[in-house]
């Protein structure tokens, strides 16, 4: 029974909180490079686990991330001018480098005590892996490095990464993302000779795979890994051999999703609270070995364009119903909205901001669920007793991948598949 004690120690990440302190304990991707490209740009207002924050790069390249609203009289520093390595303020002129030191105070004296004894809150933030990351924890603890998940150590030509708003808690994003026994129900077309949905067709047009069509009611096995959960999903095979889809789980807020066909790109998510109601939605598309083709760029339509006001809201969304066309759903598919993506996205936001999960009926297609709640709220309960997630700590734990795979009945998925379970192992990260 999961209590409505555990639904909000699960999905709170503001200060103070267990799982704030435990998501503190991260770096987290935030903003993508082109929203801070330029020197002495625009400065960007952020969101992030609860707070406000305002982003800049100076006129030397640096990045900075600082509370949004200054420390004389909480202005806030989006008007501010990002001039001469600093954000200042434009009202009384109070200025800001990107380690929150105050360099100058114009309508103050001159030797004015102030200027050393006050600091803006400031947060590190660093270029990786094709995004912006931050770390907002205690410096004593801060990781020398983001999680090294694969599409961040391969070149750019190797990944496509789009990023989207989602308004939803994190916590729904990453049960959407693990929940297997959804795909071939919501994401499915009509099936010409029955008209029902559901029952053959499966997910993509283009998927090589028969199995998934001649089994749709997986079992699921879940595993505890050290960066978070290995998830088997068996289908049958031929005689001899199961079906297995194996995806992960990365502790905090990340999930990867097996390939369609061999060699083809692998698909992953990061679902970032910006607060206890809302989530950047970040998906990733890479191949490890090679560039991607450009029909590869947008592989299952799950990638969404948006809005281009920097908002990253969907074009499609709760305010015009995803787009859903009804004729579409009677004649066509599963929902009538485009798109495997937004699909996903329209289901968790249909459930309102935060679902109360006390009020769910659980079956066995949600064990990857249910041990993903329990894996964090162990980690959000650790942390009330002093013990620290152990993840942030080695960004090398997070150096694996998805993969579909035919094993023979009574081998372990984990064992069998070892070799194909591991990332590609660049020479260096290059953070
Ligand atoms: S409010 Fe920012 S300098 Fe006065
Ligand atoms: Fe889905």
Not at 153 to 173: C, F, M, W
Not at 269 to 279: I, K, T
Request: charged content about 25%.
């Amino acid at each position: 029974m999961f209590t409505k004690a555990d639904n909000e120690k699960l999905t709170r990440v503001g200060p103070g909180t267990p799982m704030g302190k435990a998501f503190r304990r991260f770096w987290m991707p935030f903003l993508m490079p082109e929203e801070l490209a330029n020197r002495d740009g625009a400065p960007v207002r952020v969101r992030l686990l609860g707070e406000d924050l305002i982003a800049f790069r100076d006129s030397e390249g640096k990045l900075g991330l600082l509370d949004r609203y200054c420390p004389h009289r909480q202005v806030d520093l989006y008007f501010g001018r990002n001039e001469q390595c600093g954000l200042r303020c434009v009202y009384h002129g109070w200025k800001f480098d990107t380690s929150g030191n105050i360099v100058d105070m114009p309508a103050e004296p001159a030797n004015t005590p102030l200027k050393d004894e006050l600091k803006i809150k400031s947060y590190p933030i660093v270029e990786w892996g094709g995004l912006i990351w931050a770390y907002m924890g205690e410096p004593e603890h801060m990781p020398e490095v983001p999680p090294e998940i694969e599409w961040g150590l391969v070149p750019d030509s190797h990944r496509h990464i789009t990023k989207r708003l989602q308004e939803t808690n994190y916590a729904q994003g990453v049960e959407g993302g693990i929940d297997s026994s959804h795909v071939g129900i919501l994401h499915s077309l009509l099936d010409e000779d029955t008209e029902i949905p559901f029952r053959k067709r499966q997910i993509s047009p283009n998927s090589a795979i028969p199995y998934l069509a001649s089994d749709t009611a997986p079992r699921f096995f879940v595993r505890h890994t050290d960066y978070g959960m290995a998830i088997g999903a068996r289908r049958n095979a031929e005689d001899d051999d199961y079906y297995w889809r194996i995806t992960q789980f990365l502790s905090p807020f990340y999930t990867m999703i097996a390939p369609n066909k061999p060699g083809g790109p692998i698909m992953g998510h990061a679902w970032v609270p910006l607060d206890d109601e809302n989530c950047w939605l970040f998906t990733m598309t890479w191949n490890a070995t090679r560039p991607l083709e450009p029909d590869e760029l947008d592989h299952g339509s799950v990638h969404t364009a948006v809005i281009p006001d920097g908002s990253y809201r969907p074009l499609v969304n709760r305010t015009n119903d995803y787009g859903r066309d009804r004729e579409h759903q009677r004649l066509r598919s599963s929902t009538g909205i485009q798109g495997i993506g937004m699909q996903d996205t329209a289901i968790q936001e249909s459930m309102g901001p935060i679902v109360d999960r006390s009020r769910e009926n659980l079956g066995s297609g949600d064990s990857a669920i249910v041990g993903f709640r329990k894996s964090l709220l162990r980690m959000a309960t650790d942390m009330e007793s002093g013990i620290d997630p152990a993840p942030p700590k080695n960004p090398d734990w997070y150096r694996v991948r998805s993969v579909a795979i035919i094993l023979e009945k009574g081998v372990d998925f984990l064992q069998g598949a070892t070799d194909q379970l591991k990332a590609i192992q660049p020479e260096k990260h290059s953070a």
